[in-house]
């Protein structure tokens, strides 16, 4: 077949390809792409990940039972915790994730990985690591209680963060995540802080400066939250700072890691659902056979 020919064809076909059309060849295209992924094969990933969303769904509710006076809890609302928030977000994405490997499974793929909201993701797996490492290495005090050790605060501290992490390492592709991902891993978590610093301060302004000790509990979550318990404002951004930033560093090397993984897992190029000037040419190669 010539030049002219194979131009002529080109564009016909260009003309033929309905949506639909475009999507099988696509499709067809990313599952020849993703056979070599390195990940393991979707009913394992399958059966992680039922384990996965059991384990968010069972934190998420141990974030409202904690705090339910009537079963020995503190009474203080669940989402003013930044554990609350991870533990959320956590389970958003535990589920997104199975959902991804079902539709996968019923389109009759043998391995894959999750596409759906891959930021989201990072950001989730940033906040529950940073759960984890602060009830791990910063409070070591407390891990020697017997009264930390709950079932909710081993769910959400703990086995949460873990089987998320396992997740991470198993079954998503590496060669994935953005450069700019720490960033918005570093800035995603400090939105918490930003929404609780100006709930207490319009507070404290709506009570004449200061806000009654009995009502302490209802808006500081921490000792170190405390405006009127000798700890400042400027003191709490200049912390908040500094946490920004361990967070963007915790982001920095968990994407260094994902970078220079010697197994890729995900196509390195870029797939775009309609057909491209290379889905052509290998289209008007099979013909010329």
């Avoid at 399958?46 to 009474?75: K, M």
């Avoid at 490997?101 to 043998?110: E, I, P, W």
């Avoid at 050790?149 to 963060?161: E, I």
Wanted: with cysteine.
């Amino acid at each position: 077949m010539n030049v002219e020919k194979a131009s002529w064809l080109h564009k016909i076909m260009k003309k033929i390809f309905t949506d639909k059309r475009q999507k099988v060849f696509y499709n067809l295209r990313m599952d020849n792409s993703e056979k070599n992924t390195g990940l393991p094969g979707l009913k394992a990933q399958l059966a992680f990940r039922i384990l996965w969303s059991i384990a968010a769904i069972v934190a998420s509710a141990c974030t409202f039972t904690d705090h339910i006076t009537s079963l020995g809890g503190d009474g203080r609302p669940p989402a003013l915790f930044f554990t609350s928030w991870s533990v959320w977000l956590a389970c958003l994405v535990a589920l997104t994730s199975l959902a991804s490997t079902v539709m996968q499974l019923r389109a009759g793929k043998n391995c894959g990985y999750n596409r759906l909201l891959p930021l989201l993701k990072f950001c989730a797996t940033i906040m529950i690591i940073a759960t984890f490492a602060v009830s791990a290495f910063v409070l070591p005090d407390k891990i020697w209680m017997a009264s930390y050790w709950t079932f909710g605060s081993a769910a959400k501290h703990f086995v949460l963060p873990l089987i998320t992490i396992a997740d991470e390492i198993l079954f998503h592709p590496h060669h994935h995540y953005r450069a700019s991902y720490p960033l918005f891993g570093g800035l995603v978590p400090l939105l918490y802080w930003v929404v609780l610093i100006i709930r207490n301060v319009a507070y404290r302004t709506s009570m004449g400066g200061a806000i009654p000790q009995e009502k302490w509990g209802l808006y500081y979550p921490y000792g170190f939250t405390n405006f009127d318990n000798g700890h400042t404002l400027k003191g709490l951004c200049l912390l908040l700072l500094g946490i920004g930033a361990g967070l963007i560093l915790i982001g920095c090397i968990f994407w260094l890691c994902d970078k220079f993984s010697k197994t890729p897992g995900s196509p390195k190029k870029k797939f775009s659902p309609g057909v491209d000037e290379s889905d052509m040419s290998d289209f008007i190669h099979y013909l010329k056979k």
